[in-house]
């Protein structure tokens, strides 16, 4: 993970030097004099030279200092941008990924039980459709159908959980659910074909040959043995649902990360952005070590190696 991160600083860091144009000029605004631009570009600290200035930077990050924000919230630290943000586009993606999981994995093990049938065929049809559909397609239409025509939950805004479940869930949900439409073909595929794979194993005959109920032979002996891959798909989906926000949160006009690195790129406002894609890169890393780690829990074989 290291090496990662410390990649991951010198390309958020070299942000700054790939922007097509003058960065303080951008920063500063078409209308800003060259006194200004100049006082712009001491600020961002573009006068010195682009190795000391690196050296800097990853000095500040060390310490948790990401910069302060210089357009939007002029003065105030990019972190603290991202800390306001955060709790919104963690219920989005708690609330995503949950959907996801309740509706997949039911899905995957009937198609896996029922290989070959109409049920399968179905089943696969939806996914691949599902696989079709982006979030910004989903998104609008569920707000149409929904929150306009059937005026069943919130077409836009976002409420905390302090406001009680009930409102913060129905603002969540509508959200949620045009995220989690992609995770839900992934996943549900997956568990499928590892399930599959697994009902063909010996040891699943025997348990069938000693009489053992269907319900006890899935939910005993082969779903833990075929989570391992359908574990991993699910990390793979938190990259996909952090990147899914962004679209979704401004759909539904939620004050999100998702939001604010939209807000951030188009006011040019470097700061925040480059922390935002630090603070990305150490969240999926971070799932992909817990990942990681929960493969000892379904195979002790892995533990004892």
């Not at 990390?235 to 649902?241: D, I, N, P």
Request: glycine fraction near 8%; proline fraction near 6%.
């Amino acid at each position: 993970m290291l090496p990662i991160i410390l990649l991951v600083t010198l390309v958020s860091f070299l942000l700054l030097e790939l922007v097509p144009g003058d960065p303080a000029r951008l920063v500063a605004g078409d209308l800003a004099t060259p006194e200004q631009v100049e006082a712009t570009r001491v600020s961002l600290g573009l006068d010195r030279n682009v190795v000391v200035r690196y050296i800097a930077y990853l000095g500040s990050v060390v310490t948790g200092s990401f910069g302060e924000s210089v357009v939007l919230q002029p003065g105030r630290g990019a972190m603290d941008l991202i800390l306001q943000a955060l709790p919104v586009t963690l219920s989005l993606t708690v609330v995503s990924l949950v959907i996801a999981v309740v509706v997949a994995v039911p899905l995957g093990v009937a198609a896996a039980l029922r290989r070959g049938s109409w049920v399968d065929q179905v089943l696969n049809g939806l996914t691949s459709l599902s696989l079709a559909l982006p979030p910004f397609v989903i998104g609008p239409l569920l707000v149409t159908v929904l929150a306009v025509t059937y005026n069943l939950f919130p077409a836009v805004g976002y409420q905390p959980l302090s406001a009680g479940f009930p409102v913060w869930f129905a603002y969540l949900l509508l959200p949620a659910l045009a995220i989690a439409v992609n995770p839900i073909a992934e996943i549900g595929r997956q568990v499928r074909g590892s399930l599959v794979d697994v009902l063909d194993q010996s040891y699943i005959r025997t348990a069938n040959a000693k009489g053992l109920s269907t319900t006890r032979v899935v939910g005993k002996h082969a779903i833990k043995n075929a989570a391992i891959p359908a574990v991993t798909v699910l990390g793979l989906q938190v990259t996909r649902v952090i990147g899914g926000t962004v679209v979704v949160e401004i759909i539904f006009a939620m004050p999100g990360i998702g939001a604010l690195a939209v807000n951030s790129v188009l006011s040019h406002d470097f700061p925040v952005v480059q922390a935002l894609v630090l603070f990305s890169a150490l969240a999926v890393l971070a799932t992909n070590l817990l990942v990681d780690l929960s493969y000892g829990y379904f195979d002790p074989r892995l533990r004892k190696g």
